[in-house]
């Protein structure tokens, strides 16, 4: 499995902009796929948005789509999500996730991710 550490989360206010990353250690494959997940208070975690190595094909969900960008450093072996156009209700905690050797790409079983991060909090105030 792979380790993976998060970090740029940061409090800011609507409208802004941040942008997480996430570093990769460990043996990766190009038939890897990298999640981004959120969890706020009292709610479950959802994913947010996925990048599969192999092509860099992208997902996202509804609620973050034109406003979230997921990208990969493969060189340096690091997953990053911009954020912008920040909400208030995008306040959360971000947790970077893989799901290794998906051969066919479907990265957006989000229920199969198996390796986490320890999360990076964010905070949207209006």
């Known amino acids: 499995q792979v380790q993976l550490v998060e970090s740029g989360g940061d409090s800011v206010q609507a409208g802004g902009s941040l942008r997480l990353s996430c570093v990769v250690s460990g043996y990766t494959y190009s038939t890897d796929c990298m999640g981004w997940f959120r969890q706020a208070p009292g709610k479950e975690r959802e994913g947010v948005a996925t990048?599969?190595?192999?092509?860099?094909?992208?997902y996202y969900v509804d609620s973050v789509k034109g406003r979230f960008t997921i990208s990969q450093d493969n060189a340096k072996n690091t997953v990053y999500l911009q954020m912008n156009s920040l909400k208030p209700e995008d306040t959360a905690m971000y947790y970077c996730?893989?799901?290794?050797?998906?051969?066919?790409?479907?990265?957006?079983?989000?229920?199969?991710?198996?390796?986490w991060g320890q999360g990076t909090q964010v905070t949207v105030s209006s």
């Open positions: 990048i599969y190595r192999a092509n860099g094909n992208t």
């Open positions: 996730a893989a799901l290794q050797r998906t051969y066919r790409g479907d990265c957006d079983r989000w229920g199969a991710y198996h390796s």
